[in-house]
């Protein structure tokens, strides 16, 4: 139904709001459709020539997007041309409400037209503008300009060198020519941490549950991958509940609480290792043991290793951002209620003297009438020479 479409559609909407519907993979905030097609293309188009400069039949492209936008976490491409899938991807890229690079494209085209830096320092100056973005928007442009520059270098069999994807993507992005150029002969030294990994839908099969023992004697790196493969698992049963009828939603929910347990658990033994990697990373050293569970490090897979503890470091720097925004929002709370309070006795002082005023008045209204009757009262009384008559005076009783 109509709902459902709303909950489920990724093109034509938000960035940031594709990458909430996506079944994220491996914890990278890129839309599924996105990974998909470039992890097509970086197998079957790269030596497609015109790949992305000649279209796709139109409605088997938009085949592709309605896939997409029903809710399907993985389509299958085996059945499609380079010509049909690159034309997924830039419809998606067309679609989308806003230039990705928006929150900055002004200041690196300044950047790129002054004279008045040295290459080096143009260079430092736009890869800062573009890690400020919200991480969606880096990811996307990244893995974009990633995977393009992978296709450029094929241009001799592809024929889509530099200028001929300049002409393509500067209007399907909203860049100018000349961003786009220096993004793309740039893209090694502004993306260095980008790695295309393949988008692999966990299952029940490679996505098992631990125990508590064998959780803990897991090193940082083991403990990370396993936590990107539960939260794999745990989106990908999440969107299924979306279609699923009550007998089958119980099922799915009786699966879901153990790896939510698990994910919880693993979170909570990353936490303070990340916590020591970043305190050892702000004195410049790397503790290796954590890496390793100790010993010597390997040479053949540190780097590798290496690079999957950002994730870690990444996950305790979400923590802390995620406290930080829980202490703002009680922060604010309680401004506005002292701000309230303040308002309230500044209102009161200033009637303060008014009626201060008037209840001075009252009070002497009070005790002039008290007064005037207390005088009333002394002027009714009998003098003592009245009294004496009185009482020299016989009284008679009048006769029944």
């Known amino acids: 139904g109509s709902s459902q479409v709303c909950l489920t559609t ?7 709001v594709a990458v909430q519907r996506s079944v994220l993979n491996h914890g990278i905030e890129v839309p599924t459709v996105v990974r998909q097609c470039i992890d097509y293309l970086e197998e079957n188009g790269l030596d497609h020539e015109g790949v992305f400069r000649l279209s796709g039949v139109k409605s088997k492209v938009e085949a592709i997007k309605a896939l997409y936008d029903r809710g399907d976490d993985f389509v299958d491409f085996s059945e499609s041309e380079p010509n049909i899938v690159s034309g997924a991807l830039k419809l998606f890229l067309r679609e989308l409400p806003e230039c990705v690079l928006a929150p900055c ?11 008045s830096l040295s290459e080096s320092e143009r260079l430092s100056s736009v890869r800062d503008l573009i890690h400020a973005l919200p991480r969606c ?10 995977h393009l520059s992978h296709v450029a270098a094929n241009s001799s069999i592809n024929k889509m060198s530099f200028s001929n994807l300049i002409i393509v993507f500067s209007p399907t992005l909203q860049l100018g020519q000349t961003l786009l150029n220096y993004f793309l002969h740039n893209a090694a030294a502004l993306f260095s941490d980008i790695d295309l990994k393949r988008y692999v839908i966990s299952t029940v099969k490679d996505t098992r549950l631990w125990s508590s023992e064998e959780l803990e004697k897991m090193d940082a790196a083991e403990l990370t991958w396993e936590l990107l493969q539960t939260e794999d698992f745990l989106s990908h049963l999440n969107k299924e509940l979306l279609s699923c009828n009550e007998e089958e939603k119980e099922a799915k929910l009786e699966l879901i609480w153990p790896y ?10 990353l936490r303070p290792r990340a916590k020591r990697l970043l305190s050892n990373a702000s004195v410049g050293k790397r503790n290796d043991s954590l890496l390793w569970g100790g010993g010597e490090p390997s040479p053949d897979n540190e780097q590798d290793d290496w690079g999957s503890l950002q994730g870690v470091i990444l ?6 951002v995620k406290e930080l925004e829980d202490m703002e929002i009680d922060l604010r709370q309680q401004i506005a209620q002292e701000k309230e309070w ?4 500044q209102t009161q002082i200033a009637q303060l003297p008014s009626q201060v005023y008037e209840e001075d008045s009252k009070e002497d209204a009070e005790t002039l009438s008290d007064l005037v009757g207390q005088n009333e009262q002394w002027e009714a009384c009998p003098s003592p020479r009245q009294l004496t008559s009185l009482h020299a005076t016989p009284q008679h009783t009048p006769a029944a």
Request: no cysteine; charged share 20%.
């Open 105 to 115: 494209v002004d200041q690196i085209e300044e950047l790129l037209t002054g004279r």
């Open 260 to 269: 939510q347990r698990q994910e919880t658990q693993i979170k909570r033994l």
């Open 137 to 146: 928007n880096y990811l996307l442009i990244g893995w974009l300009i990633t």
């Open 315 to 320: 996950l305790a720097l979400l923590a802390e």
């Open 10 to 16: 990724v093109f034509g909407v938000p960035l940031a």
């Open 342 to 345: 303040a308002e309230m006795v």
